[in-house]
């Protein structure tokens, strides 16, 4: 994939005037990313990777200028590239990589704030960037990404677009309690696609509904299972109902609703909680409470990485639009890993060490 990646990099026309300009757009470009796949993320850190592995970078890119960019270079590339440019990038990528067009999957839809975009502290409405994430649970690849401030447009209109302009089918869309709404479920089925959505709370008269029900109503299957993994102690009961009797004008195109009971303990702590779900789609209390616990895979293997091994919140990069770019650098950085097999990032760039070279030579790196 990163191949493929820099052959696209090379077709993005440079916004610089040609006067000065010592090297060309897809070479820094390229040589940012390759910091990224080795844990260097900050622009900082970007330039002591250039002076770290000069010799390999120009020989490997065949730098004919025999220097590498500057820091002001790199800076100036991320400030002045525009952000259509690498969407545009990663949606191509993603086109030629994700092989589940048109089988089943299912999508795990989230949101994630930028907390280093934070602004407008003293008032009410804060406003930030908001970056929506599409997960493949059968690939582990990101396959849409979004971007947008919250005071501009909010994350439940930006999945709506989202899915009415995809071009998927045969998926189920796992989301969580704030898209149970009618236009959110509506548009998933016009799409030709299904959903499985915790229900809010706040839903009075859907949540009281499925609680009524589960009561009086025997379930079509039940599935127990237990976790006992990060200090937790929980055992879960999955029961699947049939959906006949909820009647709800906003959501006729329901088939099952689901109740998940969650007992144990967290710690030292007890712990009890009861959720709810509606679902276009009818299956066993095995497969939803496996899809249930899949779709957090997005927390663990997408944001907390960002988190984490690419300290997004913790970047000290302000200014949003650029905070937005390297959000979605790092998002093609999750999709090289796991196009090489690696679900986890931590193992990936253990294996690459300081050997970043290794993913160019996967699939036969032509400088020229």
Same mark, same amino acid.
């Given at each position: 994939m990163l191949n493929s990646l820099i052959e696209k990099l090379k077709e993005v026309k440079d916004f610089r005037k040609s006067q000065g300009r010592r090297h060309e757009l897809w070479v820094v470009l390229t040589i940012i990313i390759l910091a990224l796949l080795t844990g260097n993320v900050s622009y900082k850190q970007i330039t002591s990777f250039c002076k770290a592995e000069e010799e390999k970078l120009i020989e490997m890119l065949s730098i004919t200028s025999k220097t590498l960019p500057s820091y002001s270079t790199i800076r100036r590339v991320m400030l002045g590239i525009n952000i259509i440019d690498i969407q545009s990038i990663l949606t191509s990528i993603i086109n030629n990589y994700y092989s589940q067009k048109s089988q089943e999957d299912w999508i795990a839809i989230d949101g994630k704030s930028l907390k280093n975009t934070l602004t407008d502290y003293e008032e009410k409405s804060q406003n930030? /960037?908001?970056? =929506? *994430?599409?997960? $493949? %649970?059968? &690939? !582990? /690849? +990101?396959?849409? =990404?979004?971007? %947008?401030?919250?005071? !501009?447009? *909010?994350? +439940?209109?930006?999945v709506l677009s989202m899915i009415e302009n995809c071009d998927l089918s045969n998926k189920v869309f796992t989301l969580d309690a704030l898209h149970c709404n009618k236009e959110i479920t509506k548009t998933i089925i016009e799409s030709k696609n299904d959903y499985l959505i915790t229900v809010k709370r706040n839903q009075i008269k859907l949540h009281n509904r499925l609680k009524e029900l589960a009561q009086i109503?025997?379930? /079509? &299957? =039940?599935?127990? *299972?237990?976790? !006992? $993994?990060?200090?937790?102690?929980?055992?879960?009961? &999955? *029961? =699947?109902?049939?959906?006949?009797?909820?009647?709800? !004008?906003?959501y006729p195109h329901i088939k099952s609703f689901i109740k998940v009971e969650r007992m144990g303990f967290r710690g030292d702590k007890e712990y009890s909680q009861t959720l709810y779900y509606i679902s276009s789609k009818k299956l066993t209390a095995e497969i939803f409470a496996q899809k249930i616990q899949e779709h957090w895979l997005i927390e663990n293997q997408v944001h907390w990485v960002k988190d984490v091994i690419f300290n997004e919140d913790k970047s000290r990069i302000k200014n949003k639009e650029v905070a937005g770019k390297f959000s979605l650098l790092v998002t093609l950085i999750l999709n090289v890993y796991r196009s090489c097999g690696f679900i986890s990032i931590k193992d990936g760039q253990s294996w690459l060490g300081k050997n970043w070279e290794k993913m160019l030579l996967v699939d036969g790196f032509d400088g020229s």
């Open positions: 930030m /960037l908001n970056v =929506v *994430s599409w997960f $493949s %649970q059968e &690939t !582990k /690849l +990101i396959i849409k =990404v979004e971007i %947008q401030e919250n005071k !501009k447009k *909010s994350e +439940i209109a930006v109503t025997k379930p /079509l &299957t =039940v599935y127990d *299972s237990r976790d !006992k $993994s990060h200090g937790r102690d929980v055992i879960r009961k &999955t *029961s =699947v109902f049939d959906s006949q009797e909820v009647r709800h !004008k906003n």
